[in-house]
């Protein structure tokens, strides 16, 4: 059973524009939503992550986007730039279980110039 | 600067092999987390561990065994190796309690022959 949910699973968006990547959960018991960026060789580093309690972050030209009554969050990328061009994973956790978090399978962003 | 080290960058092992992994990490975190990551499947939890000598299966175990003798290693095994383990696997450390990021290793890409 697949608890977290991401889409596309890729997408091209042109220097300058905005990348959106979404993602849906399904157990209510989340309470930690973080955004993961993975460049190529590299392992993946966290890149923003929201608490249920607010419905949106921003650090930066990155910004979550949160629905709790939906079960749908989303990481929005602005002036999206060719250096942004990475894996990004979606994923949820709750506050047990080691605080382990699970994973969407990930959208490739391609920016081009 | 905080560090997650993997032993090897890449390996290559015939079926029927016993492997080892293994994951260092200098923050002396609590939990360690194996993954894989295969094109279009996220990551999948294989073990994690929140204490020494503590572990517990995630969401693919078979296969696969796991060993924490000391808090800052953590060891995933392949007890005979086969061609479908062929992958990319990714360590993971993280606090207890508090912020749950988790940080990763670089990753070891095994092929299997």
């Known amino acids: 059973q697949q608890q977290v949910k991401q889409s596309p699973q890729s997408l091209i968006v042109q220097k300058g524009g905005i990348s959106i990547i979404n993602c849906a959960y399904e157990n209510t018991a989340f309470d930690y939503f973080p955004w993961y960026q993975q460049f190529p060789g590299k392992g993946p580093a966290l890149l923003i992550a929201i608490r249920p309690d607010v419905s949106e972050k921003k650090e930066g030209r990155f910004t979550i986007s949160f629905n709790k009554s939906a079960k749908q969050f989303s990481l929005h990328i602005m002036d999206s730039q060719p250096g942004d061009s990475a894996t990004y994973f979606c994923?949820?956790?709750?506050?047990?279980?080691?605080?382990?978090?699970?994973f969407g399978d990930g959208t490739t962003l391609t920016v081009k110039p | 600067d905080v560090k997650v080290t993997q032993s090897s960058r890449y390996l290559v092992k015939r079926t029927g092999e016993k492997v080892f992994l293994e994951c260092v990490q200098d923050?002396?975190?609590?939990?360690m987390f194996w993954y894989r990551q295969d094109p279009g499947l996220g990551l999948r939890l294989i073990y994690f561990s929140y204490d020494v000598k503590m572990k517990e299966k995630g969401d693919i175990p078979e296969g696969y065994s796991v060993s924490r003798e000391k808090k800052e290693r953590f060891s995933l095994i392949l007890e005979s190796a086969s061609t479908n383990q062929t992958s990319m696997y990714l360590c993971a450390s993280s606090p207890a309690g508090g912020l749950r990021e988790q940080f990763f290793g670089p990753g070891t890409r095994l092929t299997v022959l």
């Open positions: 994923a949820a956790g709750g506050n047990t279980n080691a605080g382990k978090s699970t």
């Open positions: 923050m002396d975190h609590e939990n």
